[in-house]
Structures are given as C-alpha cells and as structure tokens.
C-alpha cells in the first residue's frame, strides 16, 4: 500500500510539471495553431536563469521565502521577455505562411537552444549536468507510515496549482482571456472585431513562458540536476499530454499531464523500467489513433 | 514524317528501340563511372570513407525529399528507418557469413548475399514505413511530425532494449561489404527514381496533394494511398542507406539512429529546398563534406578542431530559422538542377 | 510511375557487384599494407587520443587527456621516443561511439597514428576497436573494463582490469564485508559497462550467501529514478548495486535518500569523479565503490604521481588520469624497446609487457591482452573517498 502511495506521489509531482510545460504549449496553440516545439527549451532556459540567479544569492538568502520568489520570478522575467521575442521576430513574420514554414522554424530554435547551450563558450554552460543549489530546505512534511511527504514536494505543488487555478480565472474570466480565446477561435474575424491580435498574441506566449520558467525551477528543485537536453524530453512529453487533454483546451492539459505522469510512473514502476521514454509516445500514437481531438477536445472536422 | 498534334508533348514520337533502350542509357554510362572510381581509390581509406558517409546521406536526403518535399508531409523520424535497414541487414548477413554460395567465388558471393541484405533491410524498412504511415498520414502536419519523431524513438528505444539486437551495445564486427560502387549505385538508383517520380503522373498527384490537399482529394486524387505510397518508397531507401552504413562502419547502436539523425536529414532537404532532388543532392555533399574539410582547415592552421563538431547542431538550428525567414524555398526551391537543361532541349524542339 | 519489373535490372547490379568484389579484397589489403608502409616513413611517433571531452561523462575524457599529456611531456623532457619528440592528438568523441569510430578512422588514416589510446567507456572503444584491428595499428583502452573490447583482435589492449573481476570484488564485498544478504541492482541499460558488472554480480552475489532480490533499470541521462526506487525499496534490499555512470549516480543517491532508504549504495569505477560530489551531496555518505586505485595508496611512485600532476594541471588526479597516464606510458616503452612505428611490431613489444610499474598498479598484459591488477573499494563520507580495502585477483 504504501508502495502505491509513494508511486503516486512520484507521478503527481512529475505530473504537475508536465503540466506547467503543457499549458504553455496549448495556449499557444490556441491563438496560433503553432506547435511550438521550443517551448521545452523555455523550460530549460528558465531552470538555467534560475541556476544563475540562485547561485548569485548567498546560501542563507536563497533559502528563504524571499530568495525563493526572487529565484522564481527573475526565471520567469527571462522566459517571457525571450518568449516574447521569439514570437515577434521568429514567428510573427511567418504568420500568413504555410504552418510547415513556422514549423521548421521552431524545430530550428528548438535545436539551435539545445545544442547552444551545450557548448562551454563565454555565458553558455556547457553540457555536463549541473547540481541546481538548494533553495528549499528539505525537511519531512507529513508521514504516513513508511511514505515521506517532502515540504519541497508540497511547496512545488502548491506553486503548480495556484498559478493553474490563476491561469483558469485570467482564460475564463477576464477581458483578456476572452481576447485570447477569440483569438484561438479565428485570428482575422477577432482582429476585425478589434482586438489587438498582435499584442494578444505576444502576451499569451509571454504568459505559456513564464510558467515554462516556472516548471523548469520547479524541476530542477525536484530532480536537482539540470542539463541543456532536458528540455526536449519534458517539452515533447508535455505536447503529448496537452494532447492527450484536447489540444487548445486549458484544463484538459492539466488533466492530460496528470495522466501522463502517473501512467508513466506505474508502467515504469511495476513492468520493465528501461521503456519509460516509449510510454509517452506509446500513449499519444494510441490516443491520436482512436480519439485525435484529446479527452476533451470538440471534434472539429475541416471544412472545405 | 508528320507527328501526330497531341497537346500535352511537343516531342515527336521516337523510334521503338530508342525507347526501349532510352530508360538504361542513364546506367549504361554511369556504372563504368562508378567501377572507374572504384579501382582509382583503392588505396585511400579516408577518402573512401567520406565518400562513403556523403552517398549515405545523399541517399537519405533524397528519399526523405520524397515526403517531407514532393508530398509536403513533414516527417521527423527518418533515422528510425535508417536503424530498421541496418539492424535487418546486419542481421542477415552475420547469419549469412559462414556460408558462400557454390561454384561462386567468396568474395563475389558475399556481394551478392549483401545485396540480399540491403533488399531485406530496405524491404523491412519499407514494411515500417507501411506500418507508420496508414495511420499516421491522416492526421495534420504539425502532429505528424511529432508522431513520426516519436516512431523513431520508439524503434530505438526497441532496439536498445532487445537483446537479440544486441542492446546499448548494438551489433559489433559487421563484415566490411560496402564499396563506393555500391553506394554510388544506389544513390543513383534513387536520384533516377526520384526524378522519374516528379516527372510522372504519380509525382503529379503527389504536387497536388502538397499544394492544397482538399482540392487534389475533391479532383479524385486518393491522397491518403499516395502519401502511403511515397512514405514506403522513402522508407525504403532509408533502410537501404542503413544497410549500407552498417557494412562500414562495422558497429551500429541505437544511439546512431536517434532524433539529432533524422534532423540532419530534415535539414538537408530543408537547405536544399524542399521538393528538390538535386537541391537534396547538393545540400547532403555539402553538409557532409563541410565539418571534414574544416577539420582538415582547422589542423592544417593548428587550431582546436574539436569546436567544429560542437558548434555545427546549433548552427544548424540557427540555418533553419534563418532559411525559413529569408529564403524558405531553400536552395533550389521546386525547381532541379537539370530543368535548365530540359527547358532549353524544348525550346530547341519547338524551333525545329 | 513505374518500376522496372524484367530481369534487365540485375545484369547491371551484377556487373557492379562484381567490380566491386573483385576490388575489395585488393583495398582491404592495399589499405593496411600503404598505410604501415607510410607509417614506417613518416618522421614521428604520434600517439592517437580519442577521449570524451564533452558530452555527458565530460570529467573521463578530460582526466584521461590529461594523464596522457603528462606522460608525454615527461618522456619528451627524457629525450622522446626513437629519438624524436612525441607527438599527440586529441579527438573528442563527444561520448558517442560512432564520433570514436570516425575519430580512429582519421588518426589512422590521414594523421598517421602510431598507437591509439582510447576510450574510457566500453562502447566507444568497441566501435573504435576494429577499426584499429583492421588497420593494424596497436590500440591501448586506459580504462574500459568491458570484455568484449580485447575480444575484437590482437591489436586491443588494456591496462585495468575487466568486469568480470570487478564485478566478483564488489559482490564480494557486499557479501563479506558488509555482510548483506539480499541484494537490489539498479543498472544502466544503455550502457555495456553497467549491464556487464550487473550480470557478474548477479551471477557471483549467491557464491557470498546473497540473493539479488530486485533489478531495475534506467536509462543513462534520465533525472527521475523514484519510479524504479520505490519499486526496489518494496523488496527490503541490505544493499543496492548501481553500476552506472557518476552523472546518474549522484541523481540516484539523493533520491533515495529521500525515499527513506538508507542503505548503502554500491557501486564500481563509473562512478569516480569529482562531479559526483556536486550531484549527490551529502546522500552519497556511507556508499562504497570499487575503484582502479586509492590516492591514499603509500607506494612512493604513487605519491610523486599525484605531486607531479597536481603542480601541472592545479587539481588531484583521478584513477582516469592514471590510467591514461599509464596506458601512455606502456605504450611509449613498447614503441621504444622495439625502436620502429611499424605496426605489427609495436603490437608484438606491447603484448610482452611484463610487471611495468604503472602509478595504478604493475601491469602485467596477459594473453588476452588485458591487465591483472588488484581493485580497490574506496567508502565516501564527506565529500571524498577513502580507502576500505583491496582485493587480489
């Protein structure tokens, strides 16, 4: 029993990264119909922001409650400003093309970010896996029987959901949200009626960013070790799970990343562990075979 | 004598045994070529080698053309077909080495057993490339590209964890067969197909299907048995470069096969211009041959060459975003080196 | 479109295949003869360095470069080899086997390599190794401790011990000294080095009075062992053998820490590097590793080793950075007992190496190539390891 709440302990929080990671990846694709396959590289450059910052404070200011939201929002300060300026200069121009063309643009970010960051050049970290300080202390939260609750574990949750249940209100009740999800449904007719389409845009990539940041802190946090690949797995894995949700669709990303995490880690846990990568793939050619449009997604057929 | 006005030729009809001849004048010349160079470079190994790697990759540039270009379907696994061709390949000729056939000499019946292999490999790639394709070709270009990336990596997670493939490690001591004849005969094999593809009426139907796939469907083009088609065809030809490369490089592992793979591929159709066979041709030299010669640059000038092969993936990357904003078509868009030569032969056609 | 369907297609394969296979017996042996025979003009004695110096076990490649760096330049300071200055070029293989394979291709071909040393990891020197055998150029692996390398010909060579052996010790170990009687085994299946030590303990653990009660696996690079933990902290293992790579080790002691197991961790040399330390903080105390040698070791050769290294690179040699100092080091004695760069000659001088007196040990290359010398199992408290015991083989 407790073998089974510590498994599930373990998918819910690899879950709720996945999460972070899809949301982003939805949105965007929401309003441009993009994959945005170096969204999972924002993650990376997020977790690397918020390795320079942490590493900049001294032990004692990184372990507080100041340190900690410094650390986050310095991460995601960065995210959004390079998620911004990737919209505006790599896709923005490419907007009226074939989507193959900001395709292959995004692959090519994608692997430019990846690979770039591998080198050991001037600020670039080079490829070796880095130990992210510690800026929570670890201390046991709650115990049940053999299982430890981890306050590291708690506090990243508990980040994860606030802003999840921030990003519902700002989609779902706000001005602007209401500009985006106009914006998803069909870009020319919202831009005639009046809605800055182009800012919309930026400020939903902006936004898909910062909670990339944020999923990379929050990783490195759980898993200590940060590399310039890290991202391409997670990212690609988190584009399954917004699959799997509905692409387009907010909760269902949530609720696709979940999924994720915890089939990936019972499969893993109790058959052959050395298939893990597979699972994720496994489980989105399944998923796009039988129902293409996600768990929540609307069937929408192209019309001619 | 009057030629028939047909509208779609301006050609006059040729004479019989031209015609029959006419689609093997192409070998008739090109394979004393290749034996020619063949004996030149006997005592060359590194020479060879490279040659070896360029008409390898020429071969996975061209037939990955043939989707990601001609059709305009963008898939992203391609090295997963490559590891499929080699691996079968591989397998068959170790289980083959012992044995020659009779009355042959060994060394003549090891190449012909190796071309079984290849036809194997190719044939096991194309089955794959079967299997991928009728579900995936359905669903949209962004998805298809992230199922076929995920095809690919689930053959190579396959492989690394199938003993009988030889795991992590993957197959060692693979016998030596490949010779620069039998690349460059390949390779001509599928620049030949892949030009006489484009020019068909299948070629055709698959143009349309990349210019605006509803309207080639409502015109009664059964898009999705024609996407199928050309990804077999593709896949095949994967599978015979993979077959290939095992035979020299001797070792092949999963981790040769993996996604960074297929992106090199990608972006030498990308760079060439996506639909282009010779612009593949010409990017895959290129791109192949680029890194050794700044090798050779960098240690001529004594300076640390070990950058070289660092730097190129993200300078790839950075060629994609910077092709697609700038010049998207590519080097040679649609268009083929030897267009300029057809036009011209027409022109002379229609003034005589 | 169509395809040729009539049996014309095979005259020309034919035809083909026939040049081809007439050729290629002559260029295999045109190959090998040319390029010794180019060897033996050519004015130098280059020793070919494939190492990992990027890529994920970055810390292997750099130590072994070093260690090689050092023996050449104290030989060079002694005169050279044949009375001519060593030479040594260093290729990165980026940690992937196909980047070494091509790296030997071109030490050997176009630089004109005399002995290639090289790889740390087993799968790189199993890819570089017959190119090396087919070429006939002599080939010293510093440290790659996986049979199958000696196994491809009698141009390999090694100067460690294999995993057979260091498998046995580390089973041993856990059955003699720490008297562990069930066993967990967490292994690396993408590496042949781990999947080799686990099955050797796997195998040898019950001659100790244990049971492997748990295998699990991961892949190297993965961040997230909990999975594969919870599952083996499940079967109240006494110790758990993870014989993977340093990068994943670090990840993998912390985790389960956390995970409340507090049982010792085993593990073999893939896990020596200073790098470890950063990755796996304070969880890594109380862990065991086997090891090639002990800084603490008090032979005097040893101590003004470290002494030497540590004034010209500014840090402390791991057991990386003597082996390739020893691996070069045999080497050049070879090529100067035999006084040529020819090939086949070097080969026969290395295989008669005889109680050389490396810093790691004194090496004595048996018949199949590889080196006898005892392993060390070195215990980590406080961000350094030290010295346990050693066993004979």
């Known amino acids: 029993m407790s073998v089974f709440l510590q498994h599930l302990i373990n998918g819910l929080a690899a879950g709720t990264i996945y999460a972070l990671v899809a949301l982003g990846y939805t949105m965007v694709y929401g309003v441009l119909k993009l994959i945005n396959f170096a969204h999972g590289d924002v993650m990376m450059v997020g977790a690397y922001v918020g390795y320079a910052t942490a590493f900049s404070l001294a032990p004692h200011v990184r372990t507080s409650s100041l340190g900690v939201l410094l650390v986050i929002l310095v991460a995601m300060a960065a995210c959004a400003a390079f998620g911004f300026l990737m919209e505006r200069f790599a896709y923005r121009p490419l907007r009226d093309k074939p989507r193959l063309t900001s395709l292959i643009t995004a692959i090519g970010i994608s692997f430019a970010l990846s690979y770039g960051f591998q080198l050991d050049v001037g600020p670039l970290p080079g490829a070796a896996p880095r130990a992210f300080p510690e800026i929570i202390v670890l201390r046991p939260w709650l115990k049940i029987g053999d299982v430890v609750l981890w306050n590291a574990q708690v506090i990243s949750f508990g980040i994860a959901i606030a802003l999840m249940a921030g990003l519902q209100w700002l989609v779902y009740r706000t001005r602007f949200g209401r500009a985006m999800r106009a914006v998803s449904h069909d870009h020319r007719i919202a831009g005639l009626m009046g809605i800055p389409t182009d800012r919309v845009i930026g400020l939903t990539f902006m936004l898909g960013s910062a909670l990339a940041a944020v999923a990379g802190i929050l990783y490195a946090v759980k898993d200590t070790a940060i590399t310039p690949l890290m991202g391409l797995y997670v990212g690609l894995k988190a584009f399954v799970a917004a699959v799997i949700g509905g692409i387009g669709n907010v909760p269902g990303a949530v609720v696709g990343a979940l999924l994720l995490g915890l089939v990936e880690e019972f499969v893993v846990g109790y058959t052959a562990s050395s298939w893990r990568d597979a699972v994720a793939f496994g489980f989105l050619i399944l998923v796009l075979l039988f129902k293409p449009e996600g768990l929540f997604g609307k069937n929408a057929a192209e019309k001619v | ?352 | 479109m169509h395809r040729p369907r009539s049996l014309l297609p095979l005259v020309p394969l034919l035809l083909v295949m026939a040049s081809a296979a007439c050729e290629r017996k002559q260029s295999v042996t045109t190959g090998g003869d040319s390029a010794a025979a180019a060897r033996a003009t050519r004015d130098q004695v280059l020793l070919g360095v494939v190492a990992s110096l990027t890529g994920d076990q970055a810390s292997f490649g750099v130590s072994t470069r070093d260690g090689v760096l050092l023996a050449v330049e104290e030989a060079n300071a002694r005169g050279g080899a044949l009375g001519k200055p060593i030479q040594m070029r260093v290729y990165d293989s980026q940690g992937k086997p196909s980047e070494g394979a091509n790296a030997v291709t071109r030490l050997i071909s176009q630089d004109g390599a005399t002995v290639i040393l090289g790889e740390v990891a087993s799968s790189i020197s199993l890819a570089m190794a017959p190119v090396a055998q087919r070429a006939g150029v002599p080939m010293i692996s510093p440290s790659s401790t996986n049979p199958k390398v000696t196994q491809v010909g009698d141009y390999v060579f090694r100067v460690c011990f294999i995993d057979p052996f260091q498998g046995y010790v580390m089973a041993r170990f856990a059955g003699e000294h720490l008297g562990a009687r069930r066993a967990a085994i967490l292994r690396d299946n993408k590496s042949d080095y781990s999947i080799g030590l686990s099955t050797v303990f796997t195998a040898r653990y019950p001659e100790f009075g244990g049971t492997v009660v748990s295998s699990e696996a991961y892949s190297q690079g993965d961040t997230d062992f909990r999975s594969q933990l919870t599952a083996i902290k499940a079967t109240r293992p006494d110790v758990i053998y993870v014989p993977g790579y340093y990068t994943d080790v670090g990840l993998i002691a912390r985790q389960a820490r956390q995970l409340g197991i507090d049982v010792p961790l085993l593990g073999g040399d893939g896990w020596e590097s200073t790098k470890l330390y950063e990755l796996g903080g304070p969880a890594l105390d109380g862990n065991y590793f086997s090891n090639h040698y002990s800084p603490e070791d008090p032979r005097p050769v040893v101590k003004d080793f470290i002494a030497r290294f540590t004034q010209r690179f500014g840090r402390q040699p791991d057991s990386l950075a003597v082996l390739g100092y020893d691996a070069a080091n045999v080497a050049i004695a070879a090529i100067q007992r035999t006084g040529t760069t020819q090939g086949a000659q070097v080969r026969e001088a290395i295989s008669r190496t005889r109680d050389f007196p490396g810093v790691g040990g004194t090496i004595t290359l048996d018949p199949e190539r590889n080196a006898t010398k005892p392993a060390v199992v070195l215990k980590i408290q406080d961000g350094s390891a030290s010295f346990v015991t050693s066993v004979e083989p």
């Open chain 2, 1 to 352: 004598m009057n030629s028939p006005s047909v509208p779609l030729s301006s050609a006059p009809a040729p004479l019989p045994l031209k015609a029959a001849l006419a689609p093997w004048l192409p070998f008739a010349v090109v394979l004393p070529v290749l034996a020619l160079i063949q004996v030149a470079t006997g005592g060359a190994p590194f020479l060879v080698y490279l040659s070896l790697m360029v008409g390898v990759n020429v071969l996975l540039a061209v037939s990955l053309n043939i989707v990601n270009g001609m059709t305009g379907q963008f898939s992203l696994g391609h090295a997963g077909f490559m590891a499929v061709g080699a691996y079968a390949a591989a397998l068959l000729t170790m289980a083959l080495d012992p044995w020659k056939l009779i009355g042959v000499a060994e060394p003549l019946s090891d190449q012909i057993f190796f071309v079984l292999a290849l036809l194997v490999g190719g044939s096991a790639a194309g089955l794959c490339g079967l299997l991928v394709g009728l579900p995936s070709l359905r669903l949209r270009g962004d998805y298809l590209a992230v199922v076929t990336l995920g095809f690919g990596e689930i053959i190579r997670v396959f492989a690394q964890n199938t003993d009988r493939l030889g795991g992590a490690l993957g197959l060692t001591g693979i016998p030596h067969r490949t010779s620069l004849a039998m690349v460059g005969f390949w390779v001509f094999v599928v620049i030949l197909l892949a030009k006489r593809l484009a020019d068909s009426p299948h070629g055709r139907s698959l143009v349309a299907i990349r210019e605006d796939e509803i309207a080639a469907s409502a015109m009664g083009v059964n898009t999705t048995a024609y996407k199928v088609r050309a990804f077999v065809i593709s896949s095949f030809f994967a599978g015979v470069a993979g077959g290939l490369f095992a035979h020299f490089q001797s070792v092949i592992n999963p981790a040769s096969f993996g996604w960074v793979r297929s992106m090199e591929i990608v972006v030498m159709v990308v760079a060439g211009g996506l639909g282009s066979t010779s612009g593949s041709v010409v990017a895959a030299v290129f791109l192949t041959l680029l890194p050794e010669g700044l090798r050779t640059l960098f240690n001529a000038l004594h300076l640390d060459a070990g950058r070289i092969d660092q730097v190129r993936m993200p300078l790839y990357g950075l060629l994609l975003v910077v092709l697609m904003l700038m010049r998207p078509q590519g080097l040679f868009g649609t268009h083929e080196i030897w267009d300029g030569l057809k036009r011209r032969r027409a022109a002379k056609r229609e003034v005589a």
